[in-house]
T-cell receptor
Framework: QQQVKQSPQSLIVQKGGISIINCAYE??????FPWYQQFPGKGPALLIA?????SEKKEGRFTISFNKSAKQFSLHIMDSQPGDSATYFC????????FGAGTTVTVRA | ETGVTQTPRHLVMGMTNKKSLKCEQH?????MYWYKQSAKKPLELMFV???????ENNSVPSRFSPECPNSSHLFLHLHTLQPEDSALYLC?????????????FGEGSRLTVL
């Protein structure tokens, strides 16, 4: 059973646009929500993470929005750049990480 | 040198071959993992080792056999694989197993089974 559901499967955005990826979960024991970024030919790497006592976390052009009551969280990539083209995985952790299926983001110049 | 190194990066094998994937972590971590990554699917956890002891085996077919001789090295031995086993196999490590917050991944071994 997939513990974290991620959408969309892929998206294309123009340079300078906003990319939005959504994730939902059911397990209320999850207490840590990271996002991983994976470039082609590379392994996933931690990008940004949030804890459920915070509604938003921003690091540069990347922002996580967290809605505890709805059990949803999302990643916003502002001013998207071609170098942001990658696959993004949301995840949730209680004592171990459960990953979403991934979203392939393509930023067109 | 990257924190988690995997070899080989690419492997093509027939269904009757025997091969092994190797992973080495240079981070001083105590836990190591094998994941399978197939297109459009969530990362699939296969095995977890903590201090060389296997602590999780997620219903993986016996044609995949892990080995962890020490906390820095992890192997995945492959034999009589099926074409549907073609995927990217990722090794990862973490500091421990309690309250895992970050996994450090290698670049993966791309396996093609003919």
């Amino acid at each position: 059973q997939q513990q974290v559901k991620q959408s969309p499967q892929s998206l294309i955005v123009q340079k300078g646009g906003i990319s939005i990826i959504n994730c939902a979960y059911e397990n209320t024991a999850f207490d840590y929500f990271p996002w991983y970024q994976q470039f082609p030919g590379k392994g996933p790497a931690l990008l940004i993470a949030i804890r459920p006592d915070v509604s938003e976390k921003k690091e540069g052009r990347f922002t996580i929005s967290f809605n505890k009551s709805a059990k949803q969280f999302s990643l916003h990539i502002m001013d998207s750049q071609p170098g942001d083209s990658a696959t993004y995985f949301c995840a949730a952790s209680d004592y171990k990480l459960s990953f979403g299926a991934g979203t392939t983001v393509t930023v067109r110049a | 040198e990257t924190g988690v190194t995997q070899t080989p990066r690419h492997l093509v094998m027939g269904m009757t071959n025997k091969k092994s994937l190797k992973c080495e972590q240079h981070l001083g971590h105590n836990a190591m993992y094998w994941y399978k990554q197939s297109a459009k699917k969530p990362l699939e956890l296969m095995f977890v080792y903590s201090l060389e002891e296997r602590v999780e085996n997620n219903s993986v077919p016996s044609r995949f056999s892990p080995e962890c001789p020490n906390s820095s090295h992890l192997f995945l031995h492959l034999h009589t694989l099926q074409p549907e086993d073609s995927a990217l196999y990722l090794c990862a490590s973490s500091q421990g197993l309690v309250l895992v917050r970050e996994l450090f991944f290698g670049e993966g071994s791309r396996l093609t089974v003919l």
